[in-house]
């Protein structure tokens, strides 16, 4: 238990003394928040550089290089929410080892292009309308919360940090992924998966840097809803969780039996706890920034974010 606290308060510290030497260079989330927030929501029109918006989509592209993705970023405590909203809402994506930050940070990249192309995944939403408000209550709640998070988050630290920060907690899904591989019985995959969280725990100071990727030990992410539907339970109703967004019953039900596989949720320091979570939100919601305009220019947002989701998911669970 030292040794885990020990790591969060060295990336804290870490990060908070390169935000006190380094000038972070303008972005689309540099823009005041009321403004901001109102343009990604569709309530004022867009009209930033085209110059800032593809500098954000660059820096987005070049996270997703790092060994996980933000979007699939996992911290399981959603049932021991703190504050009962702004740790809770982190906690979906996986914020879903039981969770996902809201449908924003899970959205594929290109995903706009994948649902206005061939996407031909039918969804099995017959909860539609309780989901739509549920969907126009979350949007809210990201709004005047958790947005502003990841957008002083993204200007205030440097983006090697961001890179350090998002590599850490990528780290702490290994063990949820090496249980569920022997779960889908996948023992070479699971032993890959030890390897890749010994090596990066020690030699990746705490997960912070991945040299077992540079070692040619592959990353996986499985959680017990993949294991699930590999299972047989692979048609599950879509279903949107107040405060963290989108899944499916399956996943939601899974989010339970991932949390305890989460070593965070082992922390007995609460100040410690809490501000693991802060930066763990403003890092997913910093890299799904660029996506706000996406989603605000989508025909209707509803069925963008959940076919998008959707899509990831299904592509997700036909990898095993």
Known sequence: MKAIQFLVLAAITVGTSACSSTVKTPSASSLPVSQSTAEAFGLAPIDAP??????????????????????????????????NGLIAFADSASISSAG???ALADFPTGAEED?????????????????????????????????????????VVPDV????????????KEPRTLVNQLLQGQPVGAATTLGRFVINTTA????????????????????LGQTFASWGWDDSRYFVVPLYGPKTVRDFVSGFGDS?????GYIDNQGVS?????????SMRSAALPLDKMRAEALDEYTFVRDAWMQKRKSQIAKN
């Open 50 to 83: 085209s110059a800032v918006a593809d500098s954000s989509k660059e820096r987005r592209d070049f996270r997703s290089e790092t060994p996980d993705e933000t979007a699939s970023l996992d911290v399981s405590n959603g049932n021991q929410a703190v504050g």
């Open 100 to 102: 996902d930050v809201v």
């Open 115 to 155: 649902v206005e192309g061939d996407y031909d995944t039918k969804v099995n939403d017959p909860w539609e309308g309780y989901n739509r408000l549920m969907y126009s209550f979350n949007t809210k709640f990201d709004k005047y919360l958790v947005r502003p998070v990841g957008v002083a988050y993204d200007t």
């Open 161 to 172: 940090v961001q890179r350090r920060v998002t590599s850490f907690f990528s780290n702490l």
């Open 204 to 223: 990746g100071v705490g997960g912070m840097f991945d040299p077992a990727s540079e070692w040619e030990l592959d990353r996986a992410d499985e959680d």
């Open 260 to 264: 305890p596989l989460n070593p965070t």
């Open 274 to 282: 809490i501000a693991l979570k802060v930066v763990q939100i403003g």
